[in-house]
């Protein structure tokens, strides 16, 4: 069986989207029957082309070196333009331009974008770094960078907005992509496209929420309206949809229930990175010290940085004998509105307040949107030295926090999936989370919830978990955690995508 699957996600971030699409590459690529090929597409970038598909090339081949400076031409347009010069005198990008007529002309004549092939032989390290390396470990190296590449040169970004200008003028279409060599094509979200007759479309749909929850997405008017007409286009025709959980299944048939019959629940694997160790919890002062995060950092006027933070803000990073253990609450999520950060920090100073002054929070993700009224109630903690915002913590790291977390807070109000609980468990830690329809299913009886409206509800869930009083329930979170998180790890999941995939050709 042929499969392409979308890499576009996994050019950005760590986790989330971009770490599901690198973890399903590999376990696909893992499954003997399946042969995979990974679809290389930019957001907002015109693609050079790479070296033609079609199997009559290979009796009519270019030189080795002309083969190899055309992928390598590829390999600059995903990060700069061709034609720089030209774009810094004019202001004008020639790439979108053109690629915005070509896209027009294509759909007039009745043709398809063809997709090139990009030969990884000389170019692995590239593969490696910007598509992998954020999850995957080493050993992962031949298995991803040994696979086959094809190229789609027009940006994600543009297949959508034509469709959504097209509509505007009267008509509505979306880019066509020749799919033929490939029996199913996997798209990490709506495809703003159509795909050969004999492919077969299955959207890996990771939620509802642009549509569901528009008040909390960025670049609002675009992200909704592109995820709402792509996924409607997507349904009319007739993709099939997995879904990273039921709750996220059920939102889609909330909008488009005549997919029923075309959408299953199939849940995110777990990267292999996290599972519990022997650590020791000195580290942790070194990891809070080393990653905290440099955009936002606190220092106090006239103070030497190096000094404000091993002095003042964080404790050595091994601890002397008899010094205050460092002990911290965790949150792992991407800093924007709908993660609940505010919550979370209110009910923290409560606790400090009135039974744990010396708990400290350790928050780690990326800047989203709509971050800035969030940040601002974080600054005067961070310059006491008492909470600690920190970005790009590798695996390793990320899996010692977990560890020796008084507790792994999730207290979003929407989530399609939510990582974080799910790795925390892995690692032997203890999790908080707010009751919504799919943490309670992924989370199970592993998880002390609360309501994400109520801060006196979520003071109660953290100090149940955390107090001395209430040891044997934090024991019992870490014990079902094992066994609830271990549902999600790689041989779990794998046999339930081949029989997907089996049961879509068969169809």
Known sequence: MKILLELRPALDGHAGIPQETRLLF???????????????IHSGRVLAKALPADPGYMNNRESADREIYKLSRTIISLQESLHPKLLHRTG?????????LSMVFTHLFGSSQKLTAFDAAHFRDFIWRNFFAKTLPESDFELVTGAN??????????????????RQLGFHFYPRLNTSD????????????????????VVRYHDAIPVLM????????????????????????GAHFACVSEATRKDL?????????????????????????????TRVPEIVRTRMHSGVKVVAPGSDLLSQYSKKMLPPPKAKVGAAPFEYLLMVSTIEPRKNHLSLLAAWEQIRTEQFPNM???????????????????????ERGELFLLEDVPSPELRLLYRHAKATVCPSFAEGFDFSGVEAMRCGGAVVASRI??????????????????????????????????SERRNELVVNGASVSARYLPERILPHWKAFLDSKLAS
């Not at 590999?26 to 290389?40: A, H, P, Q, T």
């Not at 590449?149 to 097209?166: A, E, F, K």
């Not at 400290?360 to 005067?380: A, C, D, H, N, T």
């Open 26 to 40: 590999r376990g696909l690529r893992m499954i003997e029957s399946l042969d995979v090929d990974g679809m290389i």
């Open 92 to 100: 004008i990008d020639i790439d979108q331009l053109m690629g915005s």
């Open 149 to 166: 590449y094809r190229v789609s040169r027009l940006p994600w970004t543009m297949m959508h907005l034509c469709g959504l200008n097209s």
């Open 182 to 201: 490939f029996n199913i094509f996997i798209s990490q979200t709506p495809f703003p496209g159509t795909i050969s007759k004999g492919t077969k479309l």
């Open 214 to 237: 528009p008040h909390t997405i960025s670049d609002k008017t675009f992200h909704q309206a592109s995820h709402f007409h792509a996924l409607k286009c997507n349904v009319k025709n």
């Open 253 to 281: 048939l909330s909008i488009f229930p005549e997919a029923a019959d075309r959408a299953v629940t199939i849940h995110n694997m777990v990267s292999h990175h996290y599972f519990p160790e022997d650590s020791s919890p």
């Open 360 to 382: 400290k929070l350790v928050i780690v993700g990326m800047l989203g949107w709509s971050y800035e009224s969030i940040v601002k109630k974080f600054k005067p903690w961070q």
């Open 437 to 470: 329809p799919v943490h309670e299913e992924i989370y199970g009886n592993a998880a002390e919830f609360f309501s994400p409206y109520s801060i006196v509800d979520l003071v109660t869930a953290i100090n149940c978990v955390i107090s001395s009083a209430n």
